[in-house]
């Protein structure tokens, strides 16, 4: 029954995108089996789902809750601080949230070892220039509500910045693939054709090129 119940919810927030019906479902899972791993499912859900709903107070609770479990396995223990790095980072927390990555990355067989190594990345060598720091969380934070025209502006005003150097190149891929999400096909070739221009200048010259090979 917890199992059925954990996959209707996850069809109502991956397919329906009904996510009060998903959150509701979460929570009676939560209440019903606290000592379950579909509990620390379940609290992990509803942290995304926060996420989504900007009430990233609440995601923290969430994702705490689900990290206090007895029953917590090191690949969710993993993502469960990946979120709350992310959570930091878009909160301008940025010496708080590159420790967190730093945790997740040690172990490369998790889930999001890469994005968290990437994310750390970024944050060690823009830490300096703050304010274009904090408008590439901010971007990052509306592409993960599925905010994308609003995510692909605010990349692209990075992205057009010529000394931003390596925040610069982040913003050019990730303002393509907002683009792609959006099928503005057109402007995504454009923009994915500069980029392989460069060659093996650009740090992601080849996901570039691998980008427009798809458009």
């Known amino acids: 029954k917890i199992e059925a119940l954990f996959r209707i919810a996850e069809i109502y927030r991956n397919r329906i ?9 979460y929570n009676q899972i939560s209440l019903i089996s606290p000592m379950s791993n579909y509990y620390v499912e379940s609290n992990i859900s509803r942290g995304r789902i926060a996420i989504i709903r900007n009430d990233l107070q609440s995601a923290q609770d969430f994702f705490r809750s689900a990290a ?16 709350l790095a992310r959570i930091e980072f878009w909160k301008g927390n940025f010496s708080k949230s590159i420790g967190l ?25 823009t ?7 904090s408008l590439y969380a901010h971007a990052d934070l509306l592409a993960i509500q599925n905010k994308h025209k609003q995510a692909a502006i605010e990349f692209k005003t990075l992205s057009d910045h010529p000394n931003l150097f390596v ?8 303002f393509s693939e907002m683009l792609l999400v959006e099928n503005d096909l057109q402007t995504a070739i454009n923009n994915l054709e500069e980029m392989t221009k460069t ?4 740090i992601f010259g080849e996901k570039a090129a691998f980008l427009l090979a798809q458009c």
Do not use: C, W
Not at 17 to 24: I, K, L, P, T
Not at 68 to 83: G, Q, V, Y
Not at 127 to 133: E, M, P, T
Not at 167 to 174: C, M, T, V
């Open 101 to 125: 990555f730093r945790e997740v990355s040690q172990n490369l067989s998790t889930d999001f070892s890469n994005d968290a190594i990437e994310l750390s990345s970024i944050i060690s060598t």
């Open 199 to 202: 060659g093996n200048d650009s």
């Open 127 to 133: 830490k300096k220039d703050s304010l274009n720091l």
């Open 167 to 174: 925040l610069n190149e982040f913003a050019k891929i990730y």
């Open 17 to 25: 995108f009904n996510y009060q019906e998903a959150d509701s479902i």
């Open 68 to 83: 206090k479990s007895p029953r917590i396995e090191p690949n969710d223990l993993a993502t469960i601080n990946f979120h």
